[in-house]
């Protein structure tokens, strides 16, 4: 399959009649304005509003995909989809820019729940699916085929100044290295770090660090050095032009793929993916309601589910039951607790 070009931000501008009065990024956190009533989508009846998302670059295909699939019920509904990574859509998100954040880590209780809660920003966290990171390497590469957790460490560690593949293994070449991945604000990037170094954040800087996973797909296909990592679902998508690496986590090396990730043999690189859904805007902004409903469906995160074929890894059916329950609900959760 093709490389997927994922921008910073993906409009997508889903109506094919009448739009709803477009509510202003500054003024969603008062979501009435809208000045659209809030109809029940299945059954005929029309919606009409505006959702506002952002995050993760791992989930944002997966939430881009559901608001299509949304779409073709829901034409009067606008769905802007934004790839700020997770820590610039929580940001977003708990100044009440928008309506759900997606996400590849757990919102930081030390950090952003503050900040949600000093601006009254409620939420319901919805788990969708569990994913896997993925390290990639150049096709031409043949000799890193495994590697362990100590020596990504010492890759990647705040203190690296790994520049060769012989400096990693003496058994590998003398081929220089290059490096790209997830930027600072990304989720997998806090889950790499925490999970590789040992401290979230703690990590070399002198790489090629991004947002969107297309770049970090360029630049190791581009060189036959090259070392990255992401979504293992982005890896899945592109894996007629970069390869796969086994990790050892201390019981020998494991392959990520949807299997090891479900039965937890892919350790440490394992992880669970999220929506968060802002409490105050679910029925005064039209269609939020619907389209959580919609994305967390059977035919969406189910085992043959329309997300599976982009790379979704559905969880268990009893998980996918309970986001389900949490998707209808969407109990306010309490902040700081």
């Given amino acids: 399959m093709g490389i997927r070009p994922y921008g910073r931000i993906l409009l997508l501008v889903l109506a094919a009649g009448l739009l709803a009065t477009a509510v202003a990024a500054c003024g969603r956190s008062d979501a009435s304005d809208t000045g659209a009533a809030a109809t029940t989508g299945a059954g005929g009846q029309d919606l009409s509003g505006r959702i506002e998302i952002d995050g993760s670059s791992t989930v944002g295909p997966f939430v881009t995909a559901g608001a299509e699939e949304f779409q073709a019920q829901n034409s009067g509904v606008q769905v802007t989809v934004g790839i700020s990574g997770t820590g610039g859509g929580f940001e977003r998100f708990c100044a009440g820019e928008t309506d759900i954040s997606d996400a590849s880590r757990p919102i930081k209780e030390d950090e952003e729940v503050p900040v949600c809660k000093k601006n009254g920003v409620e939420y319901t966290e919805i788990q969708i699916a569990n994913d896997g990171i993925a390290v990639v390497t150049n096709k031409e590469n043949d000799w890193a085929t495994c590697l362990t957790v100590e020596q990504l460490n010492k890759i990647w560690g705040p203190d690296s100044k790994v520049d060769n593949w012989n400096q990693v293994d003496p058994s590998f070449p003398?081929?220089?290295?290059?490096?790209?991945?997830?930027?600072?604000?990304?989720?997998?990037?806090?889950?790499?770090?925490?999970?590789?170094?040992?401290?979230?954040d703690a990590s070399r800087t002198d790489y090629q660090a991004t947002e969107d996973d297309n770049v970090t797909v360029q630049a190791v296909e581009g060189d036959k050095g090259g070392?990255?990592?992401?979504?293992?679902?982005?890896?899945?998508?592109?894996?007629?032009?970069?390869?796969?690496?086994?990790?050892?986590?201390?019981?020998?090396?494991?392959?990520?793929?949807?299997?090891?990730?479900?039965?937890?043999?892919?350790?440490?690189?394992?992880?669970?993916?999220?929506?968060?859904?802002?409490?105050?805007?679910?029925?005064?902004?039209?269609?939020?309601?619907?389209?959580?409903?919609?994305?967390?469906?059977?035919?969406?995160?189910?085992?043959?589910?329309?997300?599976?074929?982009?790379?979704?890894?559905?969880?268990?059916?009893?998980?996918?039951?309970?986001?389900r329950a949490d998707g209808k609900n969407l109990t306010p959760l309490k902040l700081g607790q």
Avoid: W
Wanted: glycine share 12%; proline share 6%.
């Fill in 227 to 323: 070392l990255g990592y992401f979504g293992l679902s982005y890896f899945e998508q592109n894996q007629d032009q970069i390869n796969d690496v086994e990790v050892d986590g201390g019981d020998g090396c494991v392959a990520p793929t949807s299997e090891t990730v479900q039965d937890g043999s892919y350790t440490p690189l394992s992880r669970p993916l999220f929506i968060y859904v802002k409490n105050a805007h679910v029925d005064p902004v039209p269609g939020i309601r619907e389209y959580v409903a919609e994305f967390t469906s059977e035919k969406a995160i189910g085992d043959e589910g329309y997300l599976a074929d982009r790379g979704l890894i559905p969880a268990p059916k009893a998980e996918r039951e309970k986001f």
């Fill in 174 to 200: 003398d081929q220089k290295m290059t490096l790209a991945g997830p930027g600072t604000d990304s989720g997998t990037f806090d889950f790499f770090t925490a999970e590789i170094n040992g401290e979230e």
